[in-house]
């Protein structure tokens, strides 16, 4: 039944059913009586050939089911994410609105890993979730080694994490476990290399909430990546592929790739 009403839209459905609760429309459903009501007539025989027949509450019984089939595909939809400006008609999402949105409706952990960061305001939802309920909150901190830095890559993982720590997360009190790739903190010289050796970076931008929410995207979590510059992402639910995502971070620590960083008191 649901692959016959597939071309019926999901207002078309939900007006019925408020029709028929309200006691607007007879019963058996006659397509007049539809089209009366500005449904459109190939939209009319539809619903009529396939729900005509039944009584109130069977009626309403498939529409409820209907409506929760539609509702869970729409949650299971990638929804695109957008930073910065748009032409006319743009369908996209705010970045910034629905990463505060998704940290906001945490209930279990929050696993981010390859962003920049800048911007305190941005993660303090966040950290108003941790305030009201036990919360795991995972972050795999992004790792710079600028050229010409004479620290040793302990040294600069020490100053990075440090400054996250004290200028961007907004508390001391409840804290992140913070994991790097060491990699990423190191010139790995290499004489077969064009340049005498290479940077690795932390690249990839993941977010995971609850284990069945997600965005991956390119904007950085900060000012310009959230406000300012042109960026794009994908909104996911799906418990799915969000296990498979996590499950690449994972593989990452248990293999010692990753590894976290004990932080100061």
Sequence with gaps: MSDTLGGVSRASLEGLRRWVMAGRVDLPLRAAALEGRGVPPEVAE??????????????????DSLAGERSRADQARPRLLWTGPEGRGAR?????????K????????????????????????????????????????????????????????????D???????P???????????????????DADHPKGGYFTSMHAKAVVVDGRRCIIGSANFTGRGTMRNIEAGVLLESAEFCGVLLGQWQGLIAAGVLREVELKS
Excluded at 92 to 100: E, G, I, S, W
Excluded at 163 to 169: E, K
Excluded at 171 to 189: E, G, K, N
Aim: charged content about 25%; hydrophobic content about 40%; proline content about 6%.
């Design 163 to 169: 400054d996250f720590c004290n200028h961007v997360w």
């Design 46 to 63: 539809c619903l009529v050939g396939t729900l005509g027949e039944l009584s109130k509450a069977a009626l309403i019984d498939v529409l």
């Design 171 to 189: 508390a001391r009190d409840l804290m992140p476990r913070i994991y790097v790739d060491p990699r990423t903190a190191a010139w790995h010289p």
């Design 102 to 161: 998704l940290f906001r409706g945490a209930q279990q952990s929050v696993f981010m890993a390859g962003y920049g960061f800048d911007d305190p305001s941005l993660l303090r939802p966040l950290y108003d979730a941790m305030c009201e309920q036990p919360l795991e909150v995972t972050i795999v901190l992004n790792i710079e080694a600028p050229r010409g830095d004479k620290r040793s890559s302990e040294q600069r993982i020490r100053h990075q994490v």
């Design 92 to 100: 996209a999402l705010d970045t910034r609105v629905q990463l505060q």
